[in-house]
């Protein structure tokens, strides 16, 4: 249900999803365009961080074409985690503005992951809006970025959506409906319960389709990996509210696979977002360390970034100071 006008009171997660769930099919172009321009026209830029989505990243510029042609989207942006599949030409050929994830901010070293690319697309956009799309989606529909905006358009009380759809879960000629999404349900899920039960009523917390207002996300601390969705979702949460959060059905997505091993480090560095968040007050010391794994009768170690970038409202104000203050202040 939409509630525009007196605010319904949202503090547990029941109430939550009577009053924050979204479906992108109640968004279609006109409806998109006509909210963005309505009483306080908001600027919006799309971020899709990619790594190696040279088959993908093609079908998906082309399907946000016609948004970007009807005024949705002022800004399209592929962040490029140094591809050696040929993503970057293939994105500039399809439209977009393509930018080296370490070229940005390249005064905190390389980037580290994803995470790191999505903190630092936020100093090379401008949009009040900034919706994050991953590039590696095999059925991608111009819906999944509709639905994302619908909510925030509407609904100034909104400052943060997530994306929620089924997950096939696919090996090989066999398709497993609803099996997607290992550390989601074996990690993510059983964590919000035990410690966060009002979060625990996101279809997809780690989904990386989520879009948020600018003021909110440059206040978000960005872990440099795949902790980054989690991180951000609690982080929204707190600051924000459960009432400035939501969730819109984009339907059915299919992603590719990684392994269980490279899975393994990616719920470690989920559990170590969360864990940070949970146990730890802010400002305490990095936890670090490579992942072992047992190998061969002796261990195997994987290194797992999980150093946190700060909220980039620290940083541009750090600028600021150290620019002195600008001439009509
Ligand atoms: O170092 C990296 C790793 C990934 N990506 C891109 O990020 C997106 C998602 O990465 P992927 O490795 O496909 O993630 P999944 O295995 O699908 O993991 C899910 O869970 C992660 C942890 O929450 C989220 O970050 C993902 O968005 C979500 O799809 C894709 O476009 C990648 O190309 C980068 O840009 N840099
Ligand atoms: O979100 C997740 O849980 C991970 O991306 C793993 O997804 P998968 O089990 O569908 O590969």
């Keep these: 249900m939409n509630e525009t006008s007196s605010q319904p009171t949202i503090e547990t997660p029941r109430e939550w999803l009577a009053h ?31 790594r190696e989505v040279v088959e993908t990243i093609g079908p998906i510029l082309d399907a946000l074409a016609p948004l970007r042609a009807a005024g949705a989207i002022d800004e399209l942006v592929v962040v490029d985690a140094a591809s050696a599949d040929g993503t970057a030409a293939v994105a500039e050929a399809h439209g977009a503005i393509v930018v080296q994830e370490s070229a940005v901010l390249a005064d905190h070293g390389p980037a580290q992951g994803k995470g790191d690319a999505l903190w630092r697309s936020l100093a090379v956009t401008r949009g009040d809006v900034v919706a994050f799309l991953d590039s590696d989606t095999e059925n991608f529909d111009d819906r999944f970025l509709r639905g994302l905006l619908g909510p925030l358009l509407q609904e100034p009380a909104v400052a943060f959506v997530k994306g929620a759809f089924r997950r096939p879960f696919r090996l090989g000629e066999t398709t497993v409906p609803d099996g997607g999404g290992r550390v ?36 978000l601390r960005f872990p440099v990996g795949y902790g980054v969705e989690i991180a951000t ?47 730890s007050t802010e400002g305490a010391p990095a936890v670090s360390g490579p992942l072992a ?37």
């Design 233 to 279: 979702l609690i982080d929204s949460f707190r600051i924000a509210g459960l009432g400035a959060l939501a969730q819109v059905d984009l339907g059915e997505r299919h992603n590719r696979h990684q392994s269980l091993r490279a899975l393994s480090a990616m719920a470690y560095a989920v559990m170590v977002a969360a864990e940070r968040r949970i146990h």
């Design 293 to 329: 794994f047992p190998h061969e009768g002796g261990l195997a170690l994987r290194h797992v970034a999980v150093e946190e970038r700060p909220p980039l409202a620290h940083l541009n104000r750090a600028r600021r100071g150290r620019r002195g203050p600008a001439p009509d202040q």
């Design 20 to 50: 924050r769930s979204y479906s992108a099919a109640d968004y279609a172009l006109e409806r998109i365009v006509e909210l963005k321009g309505a009483a306080a026209p908001t600027s919006v830029s799309v971020v899709l961080p990619a």
């Design 184 to 219: 989601t349900e074996l990690v993510a899920r059983p964590l919000l319960n035990l410690h966060l039960p009002q979060l625990a009523g996101f279809v997809q917390p780690l989904a990386g389709e989520f879009a948020a207002r600018r003021s909110l996300l440059e206040q």
